[in-house]
Nanobody, 127 residues
Framework: QVQLVESGGGSVQAGGSLRLSCEAS????????MAWFRQIPGKEREGVAY???????YYADSVKGRFIISTDNYENTLYLQMNSLKAEDTAMYYC?????????????????????WGQGTQVTVSS
């Protein structure tokens, strides 16, 4: 079955960096679109970075220029490099896989387009 396991979260000072990893298993990794979402308690889960199976990337305005999403298809791993972190980046970060495979998953950015989720990894940025 599909499994997504995140790691790499932690506590960091504002201006610092972290790299999140998401190890995927149970399916053909590069046949689906992937994304990173984040959630603060009491708020909706929001998408921050997307990696389509045709290597197209998309970023939320709040992280554009600071975060980089990438994949390693040999290791079946999704990454999120987070630089210049701000206190408002504090959240639980989730790795997600699209419901549908390529090409149907391309340019899909809604939470409902992603049906498989990891357990989350906490990122805390102190100012």
């Amino acid at each position: 079955q599909v499994q997504l396991v995140e790691s790499g979260g932690g506590s960091v000072q504002a201006g610092g960096s972290l790299r999140l990893s998401c190890e995927a298993s149970g399916y053909t990794f590069d046949a689906y679109c992937m994304a990173w979402f984040r959630q603060i308690p009491g708020k909706e889960r929001e998408g921050v970075a997307y990696f389509d199976a045709d290597d197209t990337t998309y970023y939320a305005d709040s992280v554009k220029g600071r975060f980089i999403i990438s994949t390693d298809n040999y290791e079946n791993t999704l990454y999120l490099q987070m630089n210049s972190l701000k206190a408002e980046d504090t959240a639980m970060y989730y790795c997600a896989r699209s419901q549908r495979p390529a090409v149907a998953c391309y340019r899909r950015r809604a939470r409902s387009d992603y049906g498989y989720w990891g357990q989350g990894t906490q990122v805390t940025v102190s100012s």
